[in-house]
Nanobody, 123 residues
Framework: VQLQASGGGLVRAGDSLRLSCTAS????????MGWFRQNPGKEREFVAT????????SYADSVKGRFTISRDNAKNILYLQMSSLKPEDTAVYYC?????????????????WGQGTQVTVSS
């Protein structure tokens, strides 16, 4: 499975962005998916995850109430709607396909990763 993330950019604090992640084939529609983020010199950080049907999702406490993860299995696309962005949200955002059907918050539970898209939030 190949993943292509897009939608990142430079925004101001309080703005919104929507990230998209397109999977190369429908295999991803049978698996949980997630978003992670990473800054230079830091470990990859869990952001949000969603199960294969899109019926169950969970979020890092730092983004809860501001970010929404969703998926369109017919189009093989994963989304991350980000609102009320803060400078501390600045990072490279990665999408990933989990090894199983359910949502997962550990990077070790993911088998495929996209190339990342940069999100920069200015104060």
């Amino acid at each position: 499975v190949q993943l292509q993330a897009s939608g990142g950019g430079l925004v101001r604090a309080g703005d919104s962005l929507r990230l998209s992640c397109t999977a190369s084939r429908r295999t991803a529609s049978n698996n949980g998916m997630g978003w992670f983020r990473q800054n230079p010199g830091k470990e990859r950080e869990f952001v949000a995850t969603i199960d294969w049907r899109g019926g169950r999702s969970s979020y890092a406490d730092s983004v809860k109430g501001r970010f929404t993860i969703s998926r369109d299995n017919a189009k093989n696309i994963l989304y991350l709607q980000m609102s009320s962005l803060k400078p501390e949200d600045t990072a490279v955002y990665y999408c990933a396909v989990a090894r199983g059907a359910w949502s997962a918050s550990s990077a070790n539970d993911y088998a495929y990763w996209g190339q990342g898209t940069q999100v920069t939030v200015s104060s």
